[in-house]
Nanobody, 125 residues
Framework: QVQLVESGGGFVQAGGSLRLSCAAS????????LGWFRQAPGKQRDFVAA????????IYAESVKGRFTISRDNAKNTAALQMYSLNAEDTAVYYC??????????????????WGQGTQVTVSS
């Protein structure tokens, strides 16, 4: 199975940018699709973006489309979420998640079996 560790969260002013990283270990990284999810206080965990095992297919939540970019480097066992034009509604704990190769839609949270510990992103308005 794969282990995931997120980094790169922090405090940023509205309009700013952050880059989150997800480091994977313990298994063959290219066997897994990768997703980013976020959870704001008192709210459910929501889909943000996902990238398939090869990096050829990506999807985004409507709320982040055009502002966030997901990427992966299978040679380095890492994934990233570049976030631009951040606003207060982006404040949340961000989680990297992985699932073994699957044909299920990549925005389905239940399809992800492996999760990192999360990294806090706080955007001040």
């Amino acid at each position: 199975q794969v282990q995931l560790v997120e980094s790169g969260g922090g405090f940023v002013q509205a309009g700013g940018s952050l880059r989150l990283s997800c480091a994977a270990s313990g298994s063959i990284f290219s066997y897994y699709d990768l997703g980013w999810f976020r959870q704001a206080p008192g709210k459910q965990r929501d889909f943000v973006a996902a990238i398939n095992w090869s990096g050829e297919s990506v999807i985004y939540a409507e709320s982040v489309k055009g502002r966030f970019t997901i990427s992966r480097d299978n040679a380095k066992n890492t994934a990233a979420l570049q976030m631009y034009s951040l606003n207060a509604e982006d404040t949340a704990v961000y989680y990297c998640a992985a699932r073994y190769l699957s044909n299920v839609d990549m925005d389905l949270i239940q399809s992800y079996a492996y999760w990192g510990q999360g990294t806090q992103v706080t955007v001040s308005s």
